[in-house]
C-alpha cells in the first residue's frame, strides 16, 4: 500500500466523527442548548461566524453572544440538513451543505434556506467548530417565496 492511500483511508475514517460533530452542531441549534454549542466550538480568539445578514463575528466571546441572541429570539426551530461534503486534511475539516429551515414566529411557521459552511479543527481528538457561514439560498420564479404554514 502506497503512503498516500494510508493517508487516504486514515482520512476516510475521520469522516463519520467530523459527520457527528456536524450533526450534534445541528441538534445544539434546534434544541437551542448553549451548553451544547459552548462544547462544540474551540473557545479563542481565532474563531468566526457569519450567520445569513449578519456582519461577522469574531473571537469566542462575540460567537457566543451571537448564539445566546438567536437561542433567547427564538422559540422553535427545525433544520433538515441535505447535500454534504465533507472534506477532511489532516487536522482540519470542513463540511458545506444545505439547510432548509423552518422557525415559528408568532403560530406559523416561516421556512427558508441557507447554504452552509462549517470548518472543524480537531483538538486532542475531538472535533471543534472554529468556523460557521450560513448564506441565505434566495428563491426563484420556481419557488413559493416565504410562505407561511402552520406545520413544519
Given at each position: 500500500m502506497s503512503d498516500s492511500s494510508i493517508e487516504t483511508s486514515v482520512i476516510d475514517r475521520d469522516i463519520p466523527s467530523v459527520q457527528e460533530a456536524n450533526t450534534v452542531f445541528y441538534e445544539a441549534f434546534e434544541t437551542l442548548d448553549i451548553q451544547k454549542m459552548d462544547k462544540l466550538w474551540l473557545q479563542n480568539d481565532s474563531v468566526k461566524c457569519v450567520h445569513p445578514g449578519w456582519e461577522i463575528c469574531s473571537g469566542w466571546p462575540d460567537v457566543r453572544d451571537?448564539?445566546?441572541?438567536?437561542f433567547n429570539h427564538t422559540h422553535?426551530?427545525?433544520f433538515s440538513v441535505s447535500l454534504l461534503d465533507v472534506t477532511v486534511k489532516e487536522d482540519?475539516?470542513?463540511v458545506v451543505c444545505n439547510?432548509?429551515?423552518a422557525t415559528k414566529d408568532n403560530g406559523k411557521w416561516l421556512e427558508g434556506r441557507v447554504l452552509s459552511t462549517n470548518i472543524f479543527e480537531r483538538r486532542d481528538g475531538i472535533w471543534l467548530l472554529v468556523?460557521?457561514?450560513g448564506s441565505p439560498v434566495l428563491a426563484t420564479g420556481n419557488e413559493d417565496k416565504?410562505?407561511?404554514s402552520d406545520t413544519p
Open positions: 451571537s448564539w445566546v441572541l438567536i422553535e426551530i427545525t482540519l475539516a470542513w439547510e432548509s429551515i468556523h460557521h457561514h416565504g410562505e407561511e
